[in-house]
């Protein structure tokens, strides 16, 4: 499955009890539609893990454009006892459209910083952020 939208913190890097490194962040997407003819928004918020290398972690950031191919989930939980989910994402590869006029991709051969991936430009608007 393929999403795209925007990242709404910086990533974070966790390494497991295996020493496996895991990129962690969220990424929210808008959906326009309309109802009774009125304009309305919805968005919906994944948590997402790339498990594939951490050398793309510093390139995602807030507000970055994000496509990411993977596989979707669902994380199950009691909060004050009140039953709670919320949508994961377990991405295999990202392709990053940058804040600005940066492009980055990582996909499954990108495991270190020196595979670190390479900059090409393309245009993003600033103002098309969810929040």
Same mark, same amino acid.
């Given at each position: ?6 990242? *709404? +913190?910086?990533?974070?890097?966790? *390494?497991?009890? +295996? ?10 997407? =808008? ?5 009774n ?38 994380n ?16 295999? =590869? ?10 980055v ?14 900059? =090409? ?11």
């Open positions: 499955m393929q999403i795209t939208g925007r990242v *709404t +913190s910086d990533a974070v890097v966790r *390494t497991t009890k +295996s020493e496996k490194k895991v990129v962690g962040f969220n990424v929210a997407i =808008n959906e326009n539609y309309k109802s003819g009125e304009q309305k928004q919805t968005t919906t918020f994944f948590e997402c893990s790339y498990w594939r290398g951490d050398a793309i972690a510093p390139f995602i950031t807030k507000g970055t454009l994000i496509e990411l191919s993977g596989t979707v989930g669902v199950a939980y009691l909060s004050g006892g009140e039953a709670k989910a919320s949508l994961t994402f377990r991405a295999d =590869n990202i392709k990053l459209h940058g804040k600005g006029n940066v492009k991709e990582a996909g499954p051969a990108v495991t270190t910083a020196s595979d670190a991936p390479s900059f =090409n430009t393309i245009p993003v608007p600033e103002d098309d952020l969810p929040f």
